[in-house]
């Protein structure tokens, strides 16, 4: 089985550096993914990582630990069209289907 | 990059009547898609995954019979929610994953947001 968590809301100021915490729990790791998504919309691709590090993309970056079971989403430079759900997704070793967490709904104020 | 196309983006059908979604792989080959559905507020929960020329998988919960679910070629899958019910209204996105992009080739629809009256 699998289990994914992460914080349902949070609220950062333009302009400053945010951290979206997700821990997860599955039988066979292979991979971390974050998504972006905004109202309505499909979700887009953000992050994948296997390996335990950091993954630098421009504004966005990836952190994951496997002995830990937890990755996070680091924002910088916050713009208030970052204003969306970001979502945790696991993917299971011999698995075809992604697993996602809550969403974290984050909410980006002047 | 790969695109996944689906239509209709919006519905509204009254209670009892059946409603037909569609998922394309633009340009390339999918012989696995991934039918979820999303509450107001919640995140993704798979629904079933579509097998090109076979019957698709349920997960737990899902009624099969409800969910009518076709795979008839390596590009398109279509769901159908027979029978409509209020409760059925939600967002339904489908995804597909693209073999030649490896782990990261997964790639969303645009989401069918579906209101029963």
């Known amino acids: 089985g699998q289990n994914i968590d992460q914080p349902t809301e949070m609220t950062a100021t333009e302009g400053a550096i945010v951290q979206i915490n997700c821990t997860y729990q599955t039988s066979g790791f292979n991979g971390l993914f974050w998504y972006q998504q905004h109202a309505g919309e499909a979700p887009t691709f953000l992050s994948y990582?296997?390996?335990?590090g950091l993954e630098e993309k421009g504004r966005f970056s990836s952190f994951l630990s496997r002995s830990k079971g937890y990755s996070y989403l680091l924002l910088k430079e916050l713009q208030m069209k970052d204003s969306a759900s970001y979502l945790c997704a696991g993917l299971e070793t011999g698995a075809n289907n992604l697993f996602f967490g809550t969403g974290t709904r984050l909410t980006v104020i002047p | 990059g790969a695109v996944v196309s689906q239509h209709p983006s919006w519905v509204i059908c009254k209670s009892g009547t059946s409603v037909k979604i569609e998922c394309r792989s633009l340009?390339?080959?999918?012989?696995?898609m991934f039918w979820y559905r999303q509450f107001p507020k919640q995140s993704l929960m798979l629904m079933a995954t579509?097998?090109?020329?076979?019957?698709?998988?349920?997960e737990q919960g899902v009624e099969k019979d409800k969910f009518l679910i076709n795979h008839a070629s390596l590009t398109l899958s279509t769901l159908t929610v027979t029978s409509a019910h209020p409760e059925d209204s939600s967002f339904y996105i489908c995804?597909?994953?693209?073999?030649?992009?490896?782990?990261?080739?997964?790639?969303f629809g645009s989401g069918t947001r579906l209101t029963v009256v």
């Open positions: 579509s097998n090109e020329g076979s019957k698709a998988t349920y």
């Open positions: 995804s597909a994953r693209d073999p030649s992009q490896g782990a990261i080739g997964y790639t």
């Open positions: 990582n296997v390996l335990d």
């Open positions: 340009d390339f080959q999918a012989t696995t």
